[in-house]
C-alpha cells in the first residue's frame, strides 16, 4: 500500500531533499543538490517566489520507506494574470513502481480540481530560471548542477499514466576547438560601430552587481514571446543574484551595452561543477567548498546558462560581439568543452546562434501534461 504523506516540518523536508541520494546511490550520471541550498530554496521565507505561488510537498511511503516524491505547485502569475489554468508538478523522484508514480500525480491533480484549474504539467520549477523536464535521452551523460537527471523509467511511467509530450528541449555539448574566431572576429567589430556598441567584461563580482537588475529586465524582455514564460519579479531579482552570481566567474558575464549604456544582449556561462558536486556529496562544509572553489577557479568544461537579447537587436549579429569576447577568455582559461543548458525546441533564434559551431545533441528531456476532469473522484 502507498501512503501519501504532505511534508510540513523541518526534518521532513530534509527528508524530501535527501530520498535522490538513495535512489541515485549507484548511478554515477546524477549530480547531487547542495543540500542547504535546496532547503533555503523550499523555505517560503527565503525564496521569493513563494510571494506568487503556493507549494505543496509530499513524500511517498511503502512500508514505512519513502518511495517517491513531489512538488505540487500553482503559480500566480501564470494563473491570475495569464489566464493560463495550469498545474504545476516538479522534483519529481520515485523507485520503479507505477503505483508510486500515479499517487504522487493523483495527488497533484487532486490540487488542480481543488482550485478549477485545466491541465498538470511537469516537472517544472516555481519559475523560468529552475529546472525543468524529464530527462528522455543522454542517461549516460553526466548531469549538471542546473538541471535535473532521472531513470529511465520515469518516461514511460508518465506516458502510461496518460500524459502526453508539452514541451520538448535539447541539450548539446561541442568542444572549443571547433569555435573559428575568423566567423565573428570581423562581424563583432563592423557591428560595433554600425550599432554603436560597446562589450561590457569584468574581473571582479562587485563590478558586475550594478548591471545586474538591468540584466534580469532584459532577460524578461528577451524570453517573454516564449510559451510557458513567466516573469522575473524585482524580489526574485535580488533572490536569484544572491543565490547565482558568486558561483559565476566574472570573466564569465558578457554585456554588450549601447552608446547610452544601455544592455542590448548579456551571456551567462558556468564553469561545471559537476565532478566538484560528486565530491562534495551534498554539503558545502567542511571540505565541499574547496571542491567547488577549485572548480570554480580550474574547471575546463564552461555551462551556458543563459544568453538574452533586446528584441529590437535581435537578428542583427550582436551575439558576435559576445563570442569574440568569450574566445578570448576561454582561451586564456584552457577551455576544452562547451555545454549548453536546456533550450527549447520551438527555439529557433538560439539555435542558429550556435549552429556554426557544430554542436552535438547529447540530451533531451520533456514537460508531459494532461488535462485534469472537472470533478473530483
Not at 34 to 58: G, Q, R, V, W, Y
Not at 107 to 123: A, D, M, N, R, S
Not at 331 to 336: E, R, S
Amino acid at each position: 500500500m502507498i501512503i501519501i504523506k504532505e511534508v510540513f516540518s523541518k526534518s521532513e523536508l530534509k527528508k524530501f531533499v535527501t530520498f535522490p541520494f538513495s535512489l541515485y546511490k549507484d548511478n554515477p550520471y546524477w549530480i547531487p543538490p547542495i543540500i542547504n541550498d535546496e532547503l533555503a530554496s523550499f523555505d517560503k521565507t527565503k525564496n521569493p517566489a513563494f510571494e506568487n505561488a503556493e507549494a505543496h510537498f509530499f513524500l511517498a511511503y511503502k512500508n514505512d520507506v519513502i518511495v517517491g516524491r513531489i512538488v505540487a505547485i500553482i503559480n500566480g502569475i501564470e494563473v491570475n494574470q495569464q489566464g493560463l489554468r495550469k498545474m504545476r508538478f516538479g522534483w519529481f523522484d520515485f523507485i520503479d513502481d507505477i503505483n508510486v508514480s500515479k499517487a504522487l500525480l493523483d495527488k497533484v491533480t487532486e490540487i488542480g480540481q481543488q482550485h478549477q484549474l485545466e491541465f498538470v504539467e511537469g516537472p517544472v520549477g516555481f519559475s523560468n530560471l529552475d529546472k525543468v523536464g524529464v530527462l528522455i535521452e543522454g542517461f549516460d551523460q553526466l548531469g549538471n548542477m542546473i538541471t535535473w537527471y532521472n531513470h529511465s523509467y520515469y518516461k514511460e511511467h508518465l506516458e502510461q499514466l496518460g500524459y502526453v509530450k508539452a514541451k520538448e528541449y535539447v541539450e548539446n555539448i561541442f568542444p572549443f576547438s571547433n569555435v573559428k574566431p575568423e566567423l565573428f572576429l570581423k562581424a563583432q567589430a563592423l557591428i560595433k560601430k554600425r550599432y554603436q556598441l560597446k562589450s561590457l567584461n569584468f574581473t571582479t563580482t562587485k563590478e558586475i552587481m550594478p548591471y545586474v537588475d538591468k540584466m534580469f529586465d532584459l532577460f524578461n524582455q528577451s524570453y517573454a514571446k516564449l510559451s510557458s514564460f513567466v516573469p522575473i519579479s524585482d524580489s526574485q531579482k535580488a533572490y536569484f543574484k544572491k543565490k547565482y552570481i558568486s558561483f559565476i566567474n566574472p570573466e564569465y558575464i558578457k554585456y554588450v551595452a549601447d552608446k547610452n549604456d544601455n544592455l542590448v544582449a548579456f551571456s551567462i556561462v558556468m564553469p561545471s561543477f559537476s565532478k566538484a558536486l560528486l565530491k562534495s556529496r551534498g554539503k558545502i562544509f567542511p571540505f565541499g567548498i574547496f571542491h567547488l572553489l577549485k572548480a570554480k577557479k580550474q574547471s575546463k568544461d564552461v555551462i551556458f546558462y543563459l544568453i538574452g537579447i533586446r528584441p529590437d537587436y535581435q537578428n542583427k549579429g550582436v551575439t558576435a560581439i559576445i563570442f569574440d569576447e568569450y574566445y578570448k577568455t576561454f582561451t586564456k582559461k584552457g577551455i576544452k568543452n562547451c555545454i549548453r543548458t536546456p533550450e527549447l525546441e520551438e527555439n529557433v533564434a538560439i539555435h542558429q546562434i550556435w549552429k556554426h559551431f557544430d554542436p552535438k545533441i547529447n540530451k533531451r528531456r520533456r514537460t508531459y501534461r494532461k488535462e485534469i476532469e472537472t470533478s473530483l473522484p
